[in-house]
């Protein structure tokens, strides 16, 4: 075959294939928009689901996602960036220790997040809240259910990856120049980091902790089990109560409801509301990331 | 002659198996400027940063020999290398400032010295910043960013940073080669400043900036030091033929 026949062929195959990508995007957005735009309004955003859910708002979805999402970061963020200055900074490259902490995080990484579900139900609640019930509660089932705390732990499981290798990446951007301008002026190696490598890693950390964040907000699987509610008429008080999510309520609005024809409508605004949550962290995030690339150079 | 500063003796130093410095030995006279000069991967960088143990942080560094400083070998077992680098202070080829305040720059070694008392601050950045000739051109942006100045500027910044920590010796990598000629010229003439109080140490590729600013000169060619003597002997009356032909310009 001629060669510009095939040059031609690739490049329509390739374009096609990223038209293909760009036309499911934009189906995905005017999808929701259309059916969630018209229903989406203050009352929807600050009020609690009515009838069986027909009618009425998301308010506490929205907030059960907010919470939960910050209980995971508070437990993903140190530890992953923890865990990154180790990799980072201390592990050489050829170590036995560091090479088995890699290939866990790639792994932790493709774990499907039904996986992460029922880790969180069989080690959160099974083992570690019935112990506590044990322990502190004379046996009386407090911890040893499904709760926003164990749910926020499972999440922080599934998050922890994005969290490390964001972090890394940010620590590997700071120049060697810095490390040894430090150095040798009698800074400890740990001063260094404290000083210099974390200050300058913040946006790597900030992209590490909204990319977790968003991840996070979507995923309904790993709280399936662990925490999340159908409908609750109040919010969470405490870190043993359970709590509705985003993700969560429209799983069950489209496969739970007992009129799933009445909930359509919810369904696209919560999806809406859901996309619009997600897309905007995202967009933070690729800002924040540009930024770091740009100092790279 | 002045008193020795640094004495080294018989330094060896390899990365992996290769030999980069062979059988280093020479007096460093206190108060003085010694040049070290020779061609690229002639290992004067490398001898360098073995006299305030910046090698260290490079895997598969192995080191034979002393570096004695002050009538204690460096590489002894006990020795605090972070206190050691407090005493022996050091200036990089590329300027290499914080992205932090022109303050904070300066501040960032008495702080981590444990010193945070305001006023005792203040004194130390003026007092530092006027050393390093630089306090009449940043008095007024303390708190602008550092990198806000230009790279000469930046030099001196880095400068005035080391001799905040009050060292006795300084090393210095190059310091000017990444500068136009008038920054350069305040750079060696800020040298013949220094050189009152301290020990300076310099690396240089320029066969003039060593003739001008050093009282004494080391060849380096090949990990070894071929000669090593007054500058201006040196310049004048090299003893071995390779510096003779390496500072009148036949191969470098």
Known sequence: MNRNVKDTI?????????????????????????????????????????????????????????????????A???????????????????????????FAVKTLAVVPSIIFGLFGLGFFIGFIGKNMDGIFNGGELRWGQPNILWASLTMALLTLPVVI??????????????????????????????KVVIPGSVSG?????????????GEVAPILFTGAAYFLSDLPHSLSDQFMSLGYHIYIMSTQSSNVDATLPIQFATTLVLLLLTFSLNGIAVILRYRIRKREK | MNDIKVKVNDLTLHYGTNPALKNISMEIPEKMVTA?????????????????????????VKIEGEVIIDGLNIYEKDIDVVNLRKRVGMIFQKSNPFAKSVYDNVAFGPRINGISHRNKLDEIVEYSLKQAAIWDEVKGRLHNSALSLSGGQ??????????????????????????????????????????QQYTIIIVTHNMQQAARTSDFTAFFYLGELVEFKKTEVMFSNPSKRQTEDYISGRFG
């Not at chain 1, 038209?19 to 189906?27: A, P």
């Not at chain 1, 890394?168 to 951007?173: P, Y």
């Not at chain 2, 400068?159 to 920590?165: D, E, F, K, M, S």
């Open chain 1, 10 to 74: 690739v490049e329509s195959v390739a374009g096609i294939s990223v038209l293909l990508i760009i036309f499911i995007i934009l189906s995905i957005l005017a999808i929701t928009i259309v059916g969630g735009w018209p229903n989406l309004n203050w009352t929807f955003l600050s009020e609690f689901p009515k009838d069986g859910m027909t009618k009425g708002g998301i308010f506490p979805a929205i907030v059960g996602t907010a919470v939960m999402t910050l209980i995971m970061a508070v």
């Open chain 1, 76 to 102: 993903a963020v140190p530890f992953g960036v923890i865990t990154a200055i180790y990799l980072a900074e201390y592990a050489s490259e050829k170590s036995v220790f560091a090479k088995t902490i890699r």
């Open chain 1, 165 to 194: 290798v964001s972090v890394e990446e940010a620590i590997r951007t700071i120049p060697k120049d810095m490390r040894e301008a430090s150095l040798a002026l009698g800074a400890t190696k740990w001063q260094t980091i404290r």
């Open chain 1, 205 to 217: 950390i900030l992209t590490g902790t909204i990319l977790a964040v968003s991840r996070g907000a």
């Open chain 2, 36 to 60: 070290f000069i020779g061609p690229s991967g002639c290992g004067k960088s490398t001898f360098l940063r073995t006299l305030n143990r910046m090698n260290d942080l490079i895997d598969n």
């Open chain 2, 154 to 195: 930046q030099q001196r910044l880095c400068i005035a940073r080391t001799l905040a920590v009050n060292p006795d010796i300084i090393l210095m990598d190059e310091p000017a080669s990444a500068l136009d000629p008038i920054s350069t010229a305040k750079i060696e003439e800020l040298i013949q400043e220094l050189k």
